[in-house]
């Protein structure tokens, strides 16, 4: 029996712990709402692929574009606090 086995080295070492850093949890948890919201409009949007969407239908996907759309300025608004930038998105 012959072993299938690579005989290069990786090209790339992974590091020992691959755990995300405190700063990738950070960023992540500020992101969440964005998140969520990118979550509800796929599953409105996952709910009429195989059908004709009805009335609510339509108004679950309008309702879920407009949070995705509130929580983008909102975050763009904070981050341009952050940077001390005059003015913002809204």
């Known amino acids: 029996m012959k072993f299938i086995v690579a005989r290069q080295k990786l090209v790339t070492s992974l590091p020992p712990d ?21 979550v509800d409009l796929l599953d409105a949007r996952i709910a009429v692929l195989d059908r004709t969407p009805s009335v609510l239908d339509e108004r679950r996907i309008r309702r879920a574009r407009r949070r995705v759309l509130a929580v983008r300025r909102t975050l763009t608004n904070q981050a341009a606090a952050a940077a001390g930038m005059p003015g913002g998105a809204a």
């Open 18 to 38: 691959l755990e995300p850093t405190d700063a990738e949890l950070d960023a992540i948890e500020w992101e969440l709402p964005l998140i969520l919201a990118e």
